[in-house]
């Protein structure tokens, strides 16, 4: 599976982006899509996924409510819509995949990585 993230930029506290992940090389049945987010020097944490069948969601506490990921199957393509931006969400943004119907927050379950995205929160 490769993964293709896009999206990112530079924006105010308050704003709005959408990040998009286009995948490609393998039918996306039985997968779990998800979004990470990383900053310098710090872990890569789970920010939210979703199930390319069931299409069920699962989010970080910090993001319910503020940002939603959906998928449109017809394109390969899953999104992130995040909302009300803060300055603590400035992160270089990864999407990435794994085999299966089952949510981890855990990045060394995800298989299948796109490059990362740039997200930049000025205050």
């Known amino acids: 599976v490769q993964l293709q993230a896009s999206g990112g930029g530079l924006v105010q506290a308050g704003g709005s982006l959408r990040l998009s992940c286009a995948a490609s090389?393998?039918?996306?049945?039985?997968?779990?899509m998800g979004w990470f987010r990383q900053t310098p020097g710090k872990e890569r944490l789970f920010v939210a996924a979703?199930?390319?069948?069931?299409?069920?969601?699962n989010y970080a506490d910090s993001v319910k409510g503020r940002f939603t990921i959906s998928r449109d199957n017809s394109e390969n393509v899953v999104y992130l819509q995040m909302n009300s931006l803060s300055p603590e969400d400035t992160a270089i943004y990864y999407c990435a995949a794994r085999e299966g119907v089952v949510f981890y927050t855990d990045p060394n379950r995800y298989a299948f990585w796109g490059q990362g995205t740039l997200v930049t929160v000025s205050s």
């Open positions: 090389g393998r039918t996306l049945v039985d997968y779990i």
């Open positions: 979703i199930g390319w069948k069931h299409g069920r969601r």
